[in-house]
C-alpha cells in the first residue's frame, strides 16, 4: 500500500460528460502529480500542484484542469469527455527534494471508460 | 526533441538468469534517474534511485548503473524469478519538477 487514495476506482460515462477524481496523497507529502496512462501507452505527465499552487504542467488538454485543496486532497476534473481519454489516470505524491523530484508513491489509479 | 527510450519490445528469459533492461535518453541532463515497476491495471511501484555522481547502485537482487556520458542506465535482476514478470520504467525529471517516463519494457520470466 503506497498511501496514496484515488477513487473512484472505475468509471464508465457517456462522451460529452464530465468527471471528478478524486486523490488523497501520503501524509505528510505536499506534492500531486496526474499522470494519464492509455492502452498500451507510456505515462504522460499531466499536471503538478504543490501545496495548493500549481508547480507544472505537462500535455494536459483544455478541456481537464485540476486543484489541490488545502488538506492536500486532490481532484482532476475532465469534461467534454472524448472516446479518447480512455485510460488510467494515476495520482502520485512525493516530497519534493532541492535537487529536483524525490521518489513518487502511486496510487492504484481511476480507470476511465468513455462510451 | 526530448526522448527516453526503452525497449519497446518483451524481455523474455529462463528462471535463475539476469535479467538486463535499457533506459536511452536524449537531450537531458538529469542529476537522477530512477526505475520502477508496474504490474497490470496497477500504479507504478518505485524501486531504485541513482544520481548522476553515482556509477552503480545495488538493492537486494537489484543492480542499476548510470553512465551519464553515453546517456544510459542498464537495470539488472540478478537471479531472476517468475514473480519478477512486470513492466520495468525508468523516469528523469526533466526539469518541470516532474517525472518523465519511458514507455517501459515488459519482463517475462520463464519458470
Known amino acids: 500500500d503506497s498511501g496514496v487514495t484515488q477513487t473512484p476506482k472505475h468509471l464508465i460515462t457517456a462522451t460529452g460528460q464530465r468527471v471528478t477524481l478524486r486523490c488523497s496523497p501520503r501524509?505528510?507529502?505536499?506534492?500531486v502529480y496526474w499522470y494519464q496512462q492509455s492502452l498500451d501507452q507510456g505515462l504522460q505527465f499531466l499536471i503538478q500542484y504543490y501545496n495548493g499552487e500549481e508547480r507544472a504542467k505537462g500535455n494536459i488538454l483544455e478541456r481537464f484542469s485540476a486543484q489541490q485543496f488545502p488538506d492536500l486532497h486532490s481532484e482532476l476534473n475532465l469534461s467534454s469527455l472524448e472516446l479518447g481519454d480512455s485510460a488510467l489516470y494515476f495520482c502520485?505524491?512525493?516530497?519534493?527534494?532541492?535537487?529536483?523530484?524525490?521518489?513518487?508513491?502511486f496510487g492504484q489509479g481511476t480507470r476511465l471508460t468513455v462510451v | 526533441s526530448q526522448k527516453i527510450e526503452q525497449n519497446s519490445e518483451a524481455l523474455n528469459i529462463q528462471e535463475g538468469k539476469t535479467a538486463t533492461l535499457t533506459c536511452n535518453y536524449t537531450n537531458y541532463s538529469p542529476a537522477y534517474l530512477q526505475w520502477y515497476r508496474q504490474d497490470p491495471g496497477r500504479g507504478p511501484v518505485f524501486l531504485l534511485l541513482i544520481r548522476e555522481n553515482e556509477k552503480e547502485k545495488r538493492k537486494e537482487r537489484l543492480k542499476v548503473t548510470f553512465d551519464t556520458t553515453l546517456k544510459q542506465s542498464l537495470f539488472h535482476i540478478t537471479a531472476s524469478q517468475p514473480a519478477d514478470s512486470a513492466t520495468y520504467l525508468c523516469?528523469?525529471?526533466?526539469?518541470?519538477?516532474?517525472?518523465?517516463f519511458g514507455s517501459g519494457t515488459r519482463l517475462q520470466v520463464q519458470p
Open positions: 523516469a528523469l525529471d526533466t526539469g518541470r519538477r516532474a517525472l518523465t
Open positions: 501524509s505528510g507529502d505536499l506534492s
Open positions: 502520485a505524491s512525493s516530497v519534493p527534494t532541492p535537487g529536483g523530484t524525490a521518489e513518487a508513491f
